[in-house]
């Protein structure tokens, strides 16, 4: 890396920590540290910091929740650009339409909706993470995909040049979109459908309440490790395979959903990814099926 950390330290202040440990950026607790991690304060900050890293050829990876993050335990080349509060706003545009900012969680959407009578948003409460990282990767439960309430997005590329994109202009499909890599998501607006306010909450609350009963909660997990198959759902397929009980180190499987893989405490991530890549072994040979990936892996082999 020969970017000169110590006058990109002096420039973005607070913003910018060199070698900053990302364990606590995740729901797992894991990683190594960042070379150069980075809050920007606003959108001219980012556009700032992205004009001074630009000739160095970094890779840029952005972090949302962490909720669906594995980091490896030796961490992460290059820069990590987590977006916070400022981030984070919401507003009403219209009585079915609100804009809201790339790092706020997806759970607040789905209150604000509630709170202002808009439906169709009750399945964010569902979902762990926050919505620039929910569009990228079309999150969704229980029959409802963020596409589906999706108007446009308001992107900025590593170049620092910012645009809208429609949803039209976008390819969906199960758990991923074709949006480019070097696309980092500020803010995007939503539709829903004008409802009463009772009726929003009883449905957000049965869905809740069918989350609490099939999946584990307060726990160091990442969600759903794998997809789920066209013909079959993840945790079937782990479970027919006999590796729900598969363990490496601290690394664990859920009793309550098989798909969710756990730090019991002192697991690294190199455990958390070995059982990972063994039950995707044994799954593929008791059943023929490739499991892909839903929670994403970054930083460094070694």
Known sequence: MNLNTEL???KFGK???IRENLSKYNWFNLGGPADIFFRPENKDQLIEFLNEIRENNLEIHILGAGSNTLIRDSGVKGVVIKLGSKFSDIKLLEKDTIEVGAAILDK????????NAISDMEFLSCIPGSIGGGIIMNSGCYGSEISTILLSIRVIDHKGNEKVIKKDEI???YRGTDLPKNYIILSAIFKGTVSKKKLIEK??????KKKKESQPSQIKTGGSTFKNNKDKKAWMLIKESGCDKFFVGDATISDKHCNFFINNGKAKASDIEELINKVQKEVQTKTGVNLDLEIKIIGNEK
């Open 8 to 10: 990109l330290q002096k």
């Open 15 to 17: 913003s910018l920590i």
């Open 108 to 115: 607040k959407v789905s209150d604000f909706a509630k709170n």
């Open 171 to 173: 390819n969906f499909f």
């Open 203 to 208: 449905k957000q609350e049965e869905l809740i």
